[in-house]
């Protein structure tokens, strides 16, 4: 969120190689910040933004609201994709070219039932997960022949704002 409170990773070598900007998914400048940090190639992109509904995690398909999940989507799916669409040139200019989505356990269609304690509810992020883990899925298959890697994982449950 904050380039200058993120100690750890600040703390990271070689400071030479590392570059830490701060990038907002929901705003189309993604390229000029990027180009402003004097950033000429990507070896790992990770997808790391993500948000859920005001009341998290109550949030039940049956109660949707449409614009609660349409503000989760523009930030968690289509925001991912553009800032992956974003990074696709610098990215190229990489021998590793690999994109890392982190998604969730509450994605996932197969193994959702239980997850987290939960088997509905959630429904504005599990939907916007499961849509960009697809998103992902897309990239990899378009980019096959072109030596890029797209993976969508689940660290678990993470204690963040919104997994605490």
Same mark, same amino acid.
């Given at each position: 969120?904050?380039?200058?409170?993120?100690?750890?990773?600040?703390? &990271?070598?070689? #400071? @030479?190689?590392? /570059?830490? $900007?701060?990038?907002?998914? +929901?705003?189309?400048?993604?390229? =000029?910040?990027?180009?402003?940090?004097?950033?000429?190639?990507?070896?790992?992109?990770?997808?790391?933004?993500?948000?859920?509904?005001?009341?998290?995690?109550?949030?039940?398909?049956?109660?949707?609201?449409?614009?609660?999940?349409?503000?989760?989507?523009?930030?968690?799916?289509?925001?991912?994709?553009?800032?992956?669409?974003?990074?696709?040139? &610098?990215?190229? #200019? @990489?021998?590793? /070219?690999? $994109?890392?989505?982190?998604? +969730?356990?509450?994605?996932?269609? =197969?193994?959702?039932?239980?997850?987290?304690?939960?088997?509905?509810?959630?429904?504005?992020?599990?939907?916007?997960?499961?849509?960009?883990?697809?998103?992902?899925?897309?990239?990899?298959?378009?980019?096959?022949?072109?030596?890029?890697?797209?993976?969508?994982?689940?660290?678990?449950?993470?204690?963040?704002?919104?997994?605490?």
């Amino acid at each position: 969120r904050s380039p200058a409170s993120a100690k750890e990773l600040q703390s &990271l070598e070689p #400071k @030479s190689k590392l /570059k830490v $900007v701060e990038l907002d998914v +929901s705003k189309p400048e993604l390229a =000029e910040a990027l180009r402003k940090a004097d950033v000429e190639h990507l070896d790992f992109l990770i997808n790391n933004a993500g948000i859920s509904s005001p009341n998290h995690p109550n949030d039940p398909i049956l109660n949707a609201d449409a614009e609660v999940m349409k503000s989760v989507f523009d930030v968690n799916v289509v925001g991912t994709v553009m800032v992956t669409n974003s990074c696709l040139p &610098l990215l190229e #200019k @990489s021998a590793a /070219k690999c $994109v890392v989505n982190v998604s +969730s356990q509450l994605a996932s269609i =197969e193994h959702c039932f239980g997850i987290q304690g939960k088997y509905g509810g959630v429904c504005s992020y599990r939907l916007s997960r499961a849509a960009n883990n697809m998103a992902m899925r897309c990239f990899a298959g378009e980019l096959r022949e072109e030596g890029f890697v797209f993976v969508s994982m689940s660290p678990g449950h993470v204690d963040t704002d919104m997994g605490s």
